[in-house]
């Protein structure tokens, strides 16, 4: 049997004349902890709702399990932990209520791994879920990705909105989780060092492009993602610095222009 838990394979997505991702390919083995990185709007979240056959790849193709994520979708989402990047809930439920009824879905019974993990989350299991702030929204889906015990997770951005406390809780137990169960995790995130932190190995995406595939050990990486990142910044402030010079030309042309109409009438 083959220990190939994610195949994708040419991977291309347009969104009319935008373009999500293209040519997007790589492999995860059973037991790897995969980061996914890359500026906002990249294609992280594209790529991840294909593998979850929520989107339709324009070409290409992408297997979880060996199995084609746009055929069978529903067998595929019955063993994958999924967080989504945004998640939608049943405002008038409690957090507990939600969690059981997510538990259902997989037709399994958690309630001791509810209290298990809300217990290390510090999520109040007896609020209704419109009385949570964002952080402890994404706490609930976090717990609803692990409650099954799956051995895959996918967690789109699982740092968001989580104060810094939360942040530190969730990277030992996405580790410990790693080694206990020999589970597979995808972790998309824009957020470098925390990546960094869990993920032996990152793919970084640049509009809709894998441009690197970096081993990384002891944090190894760190060096040359942020070397990337802070060329990215510079060449943003670049263009900035650009723009606004550019209008402060323009303004100044105005003011010129207008000095000279009003004394070639006087």
């Given at each position: 049997?083959?220990?190939?838990?994610?195949?994708?394979?040419?991977?291309?997505k347009s969104?009319?004349?935008?373009?999500?991702?293209?040519?997007?390919?790589?492999?995860?083995?059973?037991?790897?902890?995969?980061?996914?990185?890359?500026p906002?709007?990249?294609?992280?979240?594209t790529?991840?709702?294909?593998?979850?056959?929520?989107l339709?790849p324009?070409?290409?193709?992408?297997?979880?399990?060996?199995?084609?994520?746009?055929?069978?979708?529903?067998?595929?989402?019955?063993?994958?932990?999924?967080?989504?990047?945004?998640?939608?809930?049943y405002n008038?439920?409690?957090?507990?209520d939600?969690?059981?009824?997510?538990?259902?879905?997989?037709g399994k019974?958690?309630?001791?791994r509810?209290?298990?993990?809300?217990g290390?989350?510090?999520?109040?299991?007896?609020?209704?879920?419109?009385?949570?702030?964002?952080?402890?929204?994404?706490?609930?889906?976090?717990?609803?990705?692990?409650?099954?015990?799956?051995?895959l997770?996918?967690?789109?951005?699982?740092?968001?909105?989580l104060?810094?406390?939360?942040?530190?809780?969730?990277?030992?137990?996405?580790?410990?989780?790693?080694?206990?169960h020999?589970a597979?995790v995808?972790?998309?995130?824009?957020?470098?060092?925390?990546?960094?932190?869990?993920?032996?190995?990152?793919?970084?995406?640049?509009?809709?492009?894998i441009?690197?595939?970096i081993?990384?050990?002891?944090?190894?990486?760190?060096?040359?993602?942020?070397?990337y990142f802070?060329?990215?910044?510079?060449?943003?402030?670049v263009?900035?610095?650009?723009?606004?010079?550019?209008?402060?030309?323009?303004?100044?042309?105005?003011?010129?222009?207008?000095?000279?109409?009003?004394?070639?009438?006087?």
């Amino acid at each position: 049997m083959s220990d190939t838990v994610i195949s994708l394979t040419n991977l291309t997505k347009s969104y009319g004349m935008h373009r999500g991702i293209d040519d997007v390919g790589f492999t995860v083995k059973q037991g790897e902890i995969f980061g996914f990185i890359g500026p906002n709007g990249a294609g992280k979240t594209t790529t991840i709702r294909i593998m979850m056959g929520l989107l339709k790849p324009d070409a290409g193709k992408a297997a979880i399990f060996g199995m084609d994520c746009n055929r069978e979708a529903a067998v595929i989402a019955k063993s994958v932990g999924y967080l989504p990047s945004e998640n939608s809930y049943y405002n008038t439920l409690r957090v507990k209520d939600m969690l059981e009824y997510t538990a259902d879905l997989y037709g399994k019974e958690c309630g001791k791994r509810i209290k298990e993990l809300s217990g290390l989350l510090n999520l109040d299991l007896s609020k209704k879920i419109k009385e949570l702030s964002l952080g402890n929204k994404k706490k609930v889906g976090i717990v609803s990705a692990l409650i099954t015990e799956p051995q895959l997770l996918i967690l789109d951005e699982p740092f968001n909105f989580l104060d810094p406390s939360s942040q530190s809780v969730i990277k030992h137990l996405l580790k410990r989780y790693n080694e206990e169960h020999g589970a597979t995790v995808i972790i998309s995130s824009h957020n470098l060092n925390h990546t960094v932190d869990v993920c032996p190995r990152i793919a970084l995406l640049e509009n809709g492009v894998i441009i690197r595939d970096i081993r990384n050990e002891n944090n190894s990486a760190e060096q040359e993602l942020e070397a990337y990142f802070n060329v990215g910044v510079e060449e943003e402030a670049v263009v900035e610095e650009t723009v606004v010079e550019a209008a402060v030309e323009e303004i100044t042309e105005k003011e010129d222009k207008t000095v000279e109409e009003k004394n070639s009438e006087a």
